[in-house]
Every structure is written in structure tokens, then in C-alpha cells.
């Protein structure tokens, strides 16, 4: 009989002892799986947090788009104004010493000696440097600006997917993709009319080639030009920057765009 004592009670024993264990394992257990939850629900913020500032970053840039595409129209629009015809000079009065000489000569008495006045050297004639005359022929081929593959497309008759902003739009430009560094020559003789800086396409170089037509080069950088400078074709213009945030998933290009009388045209129609 005391041994069948002794072994229930070591039986009981071991029971308790099983059960504490088994209540630490699940103790174990549910503290593990609500730290689970609890990394998996931070990690589930994070990710929202992430796309909520991704969505505010391509509000953004769209926005700024549009901020650009406005200022551009004002531009055109200033420039088309600025085509109003002005007068060359405002001289429609007479100058003051012009009408001071009218009232002494009108004060002379005729038949008054005038020798002793005091004889004006004749002046000598400057003549003004003749600038190069720009004339845009419309069937010749155009050198490429630079070597690289057409990674978007002019298309202003539908619009075409920006990769970097999320979104479909029109495009007036091609894109060409390059790497930084790379040269980009002119296309055709012309006049540097404008160099900006903006944050779509960073510093651009504007050059008139004549006939209403210009070529715009952009995300370009070190442009050793300056407004008023006459350039050949294949002279540099600058070298490739790095991209714009406008265009930083497409990478390193170069923006290159044609306009007539202040229109975007497609730079394909002209290229060799």
C-alpha cells in the first residue's frame, strides 16, 4: 500500500510539474504571437506611411508640372506680344538743342554775317557690324544633337506614359537617353535667343534658327554660350546633367524640342 502512496503521489507530482510547463509554453506562446501582430502591424504603418508620402512627393511634381506648363504659356504669350510692331525710336519730338538752333536762326536778321561762327567738323559715320542673316530651310536634314536611343517619343496628338511621374501626358520634346558628360552639338546654325534654368529641364539653351524655328536643348550642363552668340552646326552646346526629379527613373537625357512661331513640331520630321 505505501508504495502505491508513494507512486500516486509522484504520478501527481509529475502532473503538476507537466501542466506548469505546458502553461509556460503557452504563455510563451501568446507572447510570441502578439509580438508578431505587433511587428506586423508596425510594419504595416510603415508601408502606408510610405505610399501616403510617395502620393504627396507625385502630387508634387505634378503640380509643378503644371506650374511650368503655365509659365510657359505666359512666355509664349509674352512673346507674341513682344511681335507688336513699335516704333524705332521715340524722337517724335525734336531734341532741345535741334530747337534751341531753330530759335537762334529764326533771331538771325537776314543778310547777317554768320562767318565767325565757329565750324562743326564733320562727323564721321560708324558703321554697325553686320550680323549673320538666319534662314531655316524646312527640307534639309538635321544632324542628331547626340548619339542615344529615343526613350520617349514627341506626341502631342495623344499623350504617352511618364514613368518618373506616375502619369500619362502630352510631350513636345524627344528624350534621349544618354549618359552624363556626353557632348551635345548644335543641329543647325542658329542664334542663341534665351538660357534658363528651370526645375523640369534644368539649364536649357534656346536657339533661333531662323524662319520662326528654334531648337530647345535641355537637362543640360557647363553650356559655354552665352544670349546673343551666333553658332554653326556640330558646335557643343553643353553636356548631359544628371537628370531632373521630373525625369529621374528615365535617367540621364537629353530634352531636345522644336518649335515653329512658338509651337511645338515633331524634331523627327527634320533629323537624318
Known amino acids: 500500500m505505501k508504495k502505491q502512496r508513494k507512486a500516486v503521489t509522484f504520478l501527481k507530482q509529475k502532473s503538476y510539474l507537466l501542466a506548469a510547463v505546458l502553461m509556460l509554453a503557452a504563455v510563451f506562446g501568446m507572447t510570441g504571437v502578439y509580438v508578431s501582430e505587433q511587428r506586423s502591424e508596425k510594419k504595416q504603418e510603415e508601408q502606408l506611411a510610405k505610399q501616403e508620402q510617395e502620393q504627396r512627393e507625385q502630387e508634387a511634381a505634378r503640380e509643378a508640372i503644371r506650374q511650368a506648363d503655365l509659365e510657359r504659356q505666359r512666355e509664349q504669350d509674352a512673346a507674341a506680344v513682344d511681335k507688336v510692331l513699335k516704333p524705332e525710336n521715340n524722337d517724335f519730338l525734336d531734341d532741345p538743342a535741334v530747337i534751341s ?22 562727323q564721321e ?7 549673320p542673316s538666319l534662314s531655316f530651310d524646312a527640307a534639309q536634314e538635321l544632324q542628331w544633337p547626340m548619339e542615344g536611343n529615343v526613350i520617349m517619343n514627341y506626341s ?32 543647325s546654325d542658329g ?15 534656346t536657339v533661333d534658327l531662323g524662319d520662326g524655328y528654334s531648337a530647345i536643348y535641355g ?7 552665352s544670349a546673343g552668340d ?3 552646326a556640330g558646335d557643343i552646346i553643353g553636356y548631359v546633367n544628371e537628370p531632373t526629379k521630373y525625369y ?10 522644336m518649335v515653329k512661331d512658338n509651337a511645338s513640331i515633331d524634331p523627327m520630321e527634320f533629323l537624318q
Do not use: R
Request: aromatic share 8%.
Open 191 to 205: 542664334k542663341v535667343s534665351n538660357i534658363e534654368t528651370n526645375e523640369v529641364t534644368g539649364l536649357t539653351v
Open 219 to 225: 537637362q543640360l550642363k557647363e553650356a559655354p554660350l
Open 156 to 187: 502631342m496628338d495623344q499623350t504617352t506614359y511618364f514613368a518618373t511621374l506616375d502619369q500619362y501626358k502630352y510631350n513636345p520634346a524627344l528624350v534621349i537617353q544618354g549618359n552624363v558628360n556626353d557632348k551635345v552639338l548644335s543641329v
Open 248 to 257: 529621374s527613373v528615365e535617367g540621364a537625357n537629353l530634352y531636345f524640342q
Open 101 to 122: 538752333d531753330s530759335n537762334e536762326q529764326a533771331e538771325t536778321p537776314d543778310g547777317a554775317e554768320t562767318d565767325n561762327a565757329p565750324e562743326t567738323p564733320a
Open 125 to 131: 559715320t560708324a558703321t554697325d557690324p553686320v550680323e
Open 230 to 232: 551666333y553658332i554653326e
